[in-house]
């Protein structure tokens, strides 16, 4: 265990005030000068044959250019947000303090267990969308559920805090989870049922990697787990498949009737087929539909659990 000490004040009481200042664009870190002149000079070197390519040497179509500006407008907003965020989250690490009233240490290292948990959250967040999938509409529609539950999470601890810290991590986290649902809400569209694009391994990775991003960077590590409470049932329920003990085919999708367009339940362990089994045959479009509900049922109920456990847990 690493820890760093408060230095004892001989013959005084030791007091912890450690009411944040508010929040501004005046930080203790500055920007350097000499990197951010080195940033500046990078960019204006890479824009000059970058626009002089896209206007003037090659013919491209206007439909082209237009949505190539927009995205080099987006991009400039993105390198000014980094330059200021920064600052932010040097700031955040260094001025807390908040174990220093109970145990006197103001860092305290909680060792490889806490690494350890953090590296399986991120594995699972990854892989749990991926193998929670097989439908129309299903990986995209339950990133969307999930997001959406993260983006108003984040909001009622913004709400409810009085820290500016921690509203400032979450914050960050909305960041990052807000343009996460509304470019998967534009994807969402084509993946509907009947999909005219479908997503693969690409998609459910990432949309998994941004998810747990978004839930460390608002330290709500454990609370993420609650929303991906559908995909941790199946998980749990695959675990006999995905290790090996019960035979897995490479596909584990339910058996569609071309006479009658439902979808029949396999025996292979998923929650898609599970749902199956226990609710009946349905279509496609139905079957994912119950799930997405579900996923929305289970956001509900993290919310509950958060409200029942509030002042006694974080």
């Known amino acids: 265990m690493v820890a760093r000490r408060r230095r004892s004040i001989p013959d005084q009481t030791v007091r912890c005030d450690h009411e944040a200042p508010p929040l501004s664009l005046a930080y203790a870190w500055p920007i350097p000068k000499r990197g951010l002149l080195l940033s500046i000079s990078a960019l204006v ?8 390519l896209l206007f003037v040497h090659y013919p491209i179509e206007m439909n082209l250019r237009i949505p190539i500006l927009l995205c080099v407008a987006i991009s400039l907003c993105g390198f000014a947000a980094t330059l200021l965020l920064i600052p932010v989250a040097a700031r955040y690490l260094f001025t807390r303090e908040p174990l220093v009233p109970y145990v006197g240490l103001s860092v305290l290292d909680l060792g490889l267990i806490y690494k350890a948990y953090m590296l399986t959250l991120v594995i699972f967040c990854t892989n749990s969308i991926n193998i929670h999938a097989g439908i129309n509409g299903l990986e995209v529609g339950q990133t969307v559920v999930i997001s959406f539950a993260i983006l108003i ?5 913004m709400g409810a805090s009085t820290d500016p810290d921690n509203k400032q991590a979450h914050v960050c986290s909305i960041y990052i989870g ?7 809400l534009g ?3 084509f993946n509907w049922y009947p999909s005219s694009v479908f997503v693969g391994d690409t998609y459910t990775y990432f949309a998994g990697m941004a998810i747990a991003v978004v839930g460390i960077l608002g330290h709500f590590s454990e609370t993420l787990l609650l929303f991906f409470l ?3 049932l199946n998980f749990l329920y695959s675990c006999p498949q995905l290790f090996g003990i019960v035979p897995c085919p490479r596909h ?16 292979d ?4 087929n599970l749902f199956l089994r226990l609710f009946g045959r349905c279509t496609e479009k139905s079957l994912c539909i119950r799930l997405l509900i ?12 958060r409200l029942i456990l509030a002042g006694w847990y974080k």
């Open 45 to 52: 070197l890479f824009f000059i044959p970058f626009f002089y």
């Open 153 to 157: 999470f984040n909001l009622m601890q």
């Open 178 to 184: 807000l343009p996460l649902m509304t470019t998967s």
């Open 187 to 189: 994807l969402l569209a």
């Open 230 to 232: 559908p995909q941790l």
């Open 252 to 267: 584990r999708l339910p058996r569609f009737d071309p006479q009658t367009g439902l979808l029949t339940a396999t025996s």
């Open 269 to 272: 362990m998923n929650l898609v």
């Open 294 to 305: 579900f996923q929305a049922l289970s956001c509900l109920f993290c919310f509950g659990l």
